[in-house]
């Protein structure tokens, strides 16, 4: 019996042995593998897109997916569960479409699980922006009117289990006492103006549509209290702002400015307040925010000096500008709308930051500035750690501004003869030079600073030739083969209008290649251009730099071009002088 016993034991553990191992000895539980291929670091997916998750598989016949944000370590999104993989294939995609309950960040992974294989992505995707679009209909931040404001909620929001939810919230129902609640139901959140206690309390919840699309509550306290979800504001008040000025104070530099306030009765409470300094380009300013809240009561018509408590950060070496702005979203009504700011220029040298009373900088449009670097930000050119460096060292030696020089070099792209050749762009609008670390950096950034023009006007500005460029020319024309591209010639003929004349000669002639008769050029708009790079809005968008000396346009094809352009059409420039112009980033 216990001989049957044994048999019996041996036989099933080799059952056991073929169904784990297999029958050459290879473990079933080896040939199980999950593989993510996407995403799997640096991809970008916009709210309310779908997200494609594209993984390899090999012995499981289902899986489950979860979403996994980094900024949260019990966190997870349960994408799908037991997701049935196709039979007979060794590789599959999940499409999920992301949900608006999503909190957008730069931090999430795939997690995929299949019995005992798993994989998470390698590296870090983004989710970008929601799904929902943010509505507010009282406009804004208007602390004085009772609103509404509709779409996701700002994260984090409050959570239900593990996940953090951006929709189905609905606060203020009651708007004289805060209140909140979720309804599975709603489709958003829905945030209206409330009072924290009409009764009790001067603090107001203002909602309002922040910058990235979010409906977003702000508590501040309203100075003579709160009801109906609306500050209570007299009939008529003002706040006037002057006398802007800077004080040194036991090694620091604060601001200090006078505050006159016109009302029926004392004001005390919450004065919102913004802060800015033209941070290393004109016009781009960084805003600190903050708000008045331990001043003295503000009495009618009487002078109210008012401190910042903000101390300069470190400025580079050079002329800034330094303004503060007084209820900056417009959130009270006054009778005078427009003596809320006040500005000043000072200057920071070696010996600290000094108020100087000589205006004479000419300072940019702000609005050009502002599109500029909307345009940057757009390129979505993520530096290298080399071009960090260059830059961070550029600034740490930079010198006081020289403007007339900045003015000067305008539209140049300069040589760093003392250095080893590094190439730097002077944009016209922010006053700043920006490193090109190479001919594809240069083709890629160089587009931001792009002025539409077209084609029509285009002709009108000649065509430059650098004889050191080195270019194909496969009919020996005259013309590379990449402007007869831009041109519209054909590469192939030397004579594309058949007039009896090569291309080339025709263009360096000031003729149309193209056509009998001469090129139509306009002077007076080639030096208005000058410096300028021009893209072709009625074409492809064909990129062509503006000489600052001669005039003429010259074609920026691609990165290998650009590289000449930066070589053969470049200007040298020492150290010294380099760092008299204020240093800009494409971060």
Not at 22 to 43: F, M, Q
Request: glycine fraction near 10%.
């Amino acid at each position: 019996m216990q001989k049957k016993l044994l048999l019996i034991v041996a036989a099933l553990a080799f059952v056991i042995s073929i169904y784990n191992f297999g029958l050459y000895g290879v473990s079933r539980a080896a040939t199980s593998s999950l593989i993510i291929i996407s995403p799997n670091g640096g991809e970008s997916y916009p709210g309310g897109s779908k997200l494609p998750i594209h993984f390899k598989y090999s012995g499981t016949e289902r899986v489950t997916i979860d979403l996994i944000p980094n900024n949260c370590g019990v966190c997870s999104y349960r994408l799908v569960s037991n997701y049935i993989l196709p039979v007979g294939e060794t590789e599959t995609t999940f499409e999920w479409p992301i949900d608006v309950n999503v909190i957008p960040g730069n931090s999430y992974k795939i997690f995929i699980s299949g019995g005992i294989a798993q994989d998470y992505s390698d590296n870090y995707f983004s989710i970008v922006g929601s799904a929902l679009t943010c509505r507010d209909d009282d406009g804004g931040k208007k602390y004085d009117q009772p609103g509404t404001t509709r779409g996701a909620l700002d994260g984090p929001a409050p959570a239900q289990g593990n996940v953090f939810l951006k929709a189905g919230w609905i606060y203020g129902e009651n708007r004289n006492k805060y209140s909140s609640r979720f309804d599975a139901s709603l489709g958003e959140s829905i945030y209206n103006d409330q009072c924290v206690d009409s009764g009790t309390s001067q603090d107001l919840y203002e909602a309002y549509c922040s910058p990235s699309g979010f409906v977003t509550p702000r508590r501040i306290i309203c100075p003579f209290g709160c009801k109906d979800g609306a500050c209570i504001i007299p009939s008529s008040i003002d706040f006037a702002v002057s006398n802007l000025r800077v004080v040194k104070e036991a090694g620091s530099t604060t601001a200090f400015f006078d505050l006159i306030y016109t009302g029926t009765q004392s004001y005390k409470g919450e004065l919102p307040i913004t802060w800015f300094i033209d941070n290393e380009s004109w016009g781009n300013f960084t805003a600190e925010p903050g708000r008045i809240f331990d001043h003295d009561p503000l009495m009618p018509g009487k002078i109210t000096v008012i401190n910042s408590y903000y101390t300069f950060p470190t400025l580079s070496y050079g002329r800034h500008y330094v303004k503060v702005v007084i209820d900056p979203d417009d959130g009270f009504r006054e009778t005078n709308e427009s003596n809320n700011q006040s500005v000043i220029l000072v200057e920071s040298t070696s010996q600290g930051i000094n108020q100087v009373s000589d205006t004479s900088t000419t300072r940019p449009n702000s609005t050009e500035v502002q599109q500029i670097i909307e345009r940057i930000r757009k390129l979505e050119y993520k530096i290298s750690q080399l071009e960090q460096k260059v830059v961070e060292t550029e600034r740490a030696l930079a010198k006081a501004i020289d403007t007339a020089l900045t003015n000067r070099l305008k539209g140049r792209i300069l040589l760093q003869v003392e250095e080893n050749g590094e190439a730097w762009y002077v944009d016209e609008v922010t006053d700043q030079k920006f490193y090109l670390k190479d001919g594809n950096t240069a083709y890629q950034a160089l587009k931001a600073f792009g002025l539409g023009i077209t084609s029509k006007d285009l002709e009108k500005i000649p065509v430059g030739f650098e004889d050191r460029f080195e270019d194909v020319d496969t009919d020996s024309d005259g013309l590379s083969d990449k402007i007869e591209e831009a041109l519209g010639t054909d590469p192939n003929n030397p004579d594309s209008d058949g007039d009896g004349f090569k291309d080339g000669e025709e263009v360096r002639g000031g003729f149309n290649p193209l056509d009998l008769g001469r090129s139509a050029n306009d002077t007076s708009l080639a030096n208005r251009l000058k410096g300028k790079i021009l893209l072709q809005i009625d074409s492809r968008g064909e990129a062509w730099y503006i000489h600052p000396e001669n005039g003429k346009r010259y074609y920026m094809k691609d990165g290998p071009a650009a590289y000449q352009i930066m070589r053969f059409l470049s200007l040298g420039i020492t150290n010294n002088d380099l760092r008299k112009i204020d240093v800009g980033s494409f971060e």
